[in-house]
């Protein structure tokens, strides 16, 4: 198993800047999700780990060796991709034996490891079927074992679920991190969905525009985002996050957010001024004596939540509530607290997080 190491990566395409200094090192057996929307250089990323892409600048280290000019084949990465590859010719069992036999493993191991695999993926009813014709979630289930069945070092998947239906991505998220537990192999993940990421990963990197944004666990991102755009673009819904005047009260530090009302946040390293003001959906509570009130404009029923759409214009948010109290209904006004230890502040002029107590 191999540690991964990207120092100061970057790619070009002519005058366009894909990536643009990722520095990122993923421990031996980590799971790593990549993280981030459409175009953010996911997968740009993903190519040049597995040597299918030159960087245009720095290095990629696998256990401290530059593999930058080192071809894909002799890298030891297993690749998944979005679209499954399979040789639909072939059966179930040839489609996973197919890179054991390519390294010419002998043909009791091969039998005893794609016997193997297809339990763990619960293929074994399908192998002696014939690939063409089987369901695209079925397919991505034997692309995922043809490449996990070879045992490489590193395992690269890039958006594997993003094709296969929901209620198959909610089984095989829970099968790829079983996957990854049995043979800890290095794992790098691409996905734009940041449910798929904080299921699985040991760690994200969140990425947009080419750039890294941020590391770290997924509760570390979900409770401590560096910059408005991880905090919203984790969670479902994302945090709130709404104008206000940060001002010292005779009770400590407020932010004052107009007619929605006056939070207390604990003290920060921060002058009186503009700020945002985060918080997230999950952490509103209704209270009779809360500080805040935001009219209520749809309620969405969501099963066991509920999801509420407070307020208007750029003093909007949503608020999450379990559905063992009878929610709000549409043009009453809520009226709630948001725990001071919770409330996240931003720059308003960078995006950045305003940290630190004083
Ligand atoms: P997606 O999920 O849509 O694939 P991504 O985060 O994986 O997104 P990349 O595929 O890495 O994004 O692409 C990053 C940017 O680089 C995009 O704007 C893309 O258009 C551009 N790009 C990628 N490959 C090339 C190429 N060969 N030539 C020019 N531009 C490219």
Redesign the pocket.
Known sequence: MTEIALNNLG?S??P?T??SAMNLTIADGEFVALL????????????MIAGMLQPSEGEILFDGRNVVNLPMARRGVGFVFQNYAIFTHMSVRENLAYGLRAQGVARAERERRTAAIAELLQLTPLLDRPSAGLSVNILQRIAIGRSAVVEPAIFLL??PLSNVDAAFRAVMRGELKALQRQFRQTMVY?T?DQLEAMTMADRIAV?DQ?KLLQTGTPLDIYNNPQNTFVARFIGAPGMNILPGTLAQSDRGMVVDLGSMGRAAVPAVAARPGPVLFGFRPEQVTPDSHGALTLPVSFVERIGARSILHLGAGAAQAKAVLDNDTTPPKPGETLRFSVDPQAIRLFDPATGNAIGGST
């Open positions: 790619k395409f002519g366009f894909a990536l981030g929307p459409s175009g953010c250089g996911k997968s740009t990323t993903m190519n890039d958006e691409v734009h990425m080419g």
